[in-house]
């Protein structure tokens, strides 16, 4: 592959973002087996550990998509990162209901916020009329999945908060 191109060293960036991925999660799987608390005294240290993986996993995909979408179908690159920012989303939403942690839930309805603000404000600039549309009905299912997502889990979340007596679930 030329240099500058989204192929040079494409297995190499591969490779070394698997493995820097796989000892994130494998430190963050460790550290909660054997309940380190270095960090911080009232929590596991492995919710900073798969913090810092989620944050490092948004970065890279966005890296990653952004030149791939740029090498290869420069007007799509956009609506890719906004597609991308929308399904993390539902990424973490799907986590935070599994595990019952509010705080995930909350970063996601964050991420969702800042997806539409960046689709309203920022994409809709530079789309064609069909990268628009593509791009509100992938938003719109999303949000409507989230919502039905909420209205199936409500009742458990509610036992929950109930059971521990605050608004925070588990962070």
């Known amino acids: 592959a030329v240099r500058g191109s989204y192929d040079y060293l494409l297995l190499e960036r591969f490779v ?7 000892v994130l999660y494998l430190s963050g799987t460790m550290t909660r087996a054997s309940a380190l608390r270095t960090f911080s005294p009232e929590r596991n240290d492995s919710a900073v550990i798969f913090t810092v993986l989620g944050i490092a996993m948004f970065i890279v995909f966005n890296i990653e998509a952004s030149a791939f979408f740029y090498a290869h179908l420069r007007p799509a ?5 906004s597609v991308l920012w929308t399904v993390f989303s539902v990424g973490l939403m799907i986590i935070g209901f599994r595990k019952n942690i509010a705080t995930v839930r909350k970063v996601s309805i964050a991420l ?10 920022f994409d809709m600039a ?7 549309i593509i791009s509100f009905i992938i938003l719109g299912l999303v949000l409507v999945g989230t919502s039905y997502l909420y ?3 409500k009742d458990r979340i509610l036992n929950i908060m109930a059971k521990e007596g605050t608004g925070e679930i588990r962070s």
Do not use: E, M, Q
């Open 16 to 22: 070394t973002t698997f493995v820097l991925l796989v």
């Open 77 to 81: 690159r956009f609506a890719a990162i």
């Open 112 to 121: 969702f916020g800042v997806t539409i603000l960046k689709v309203f404000l």
């Open 126 to 132: 530079k789309f064609s009329t069909p990268y628009r």
């Open 151 to 153: 209205h199936l889990f």
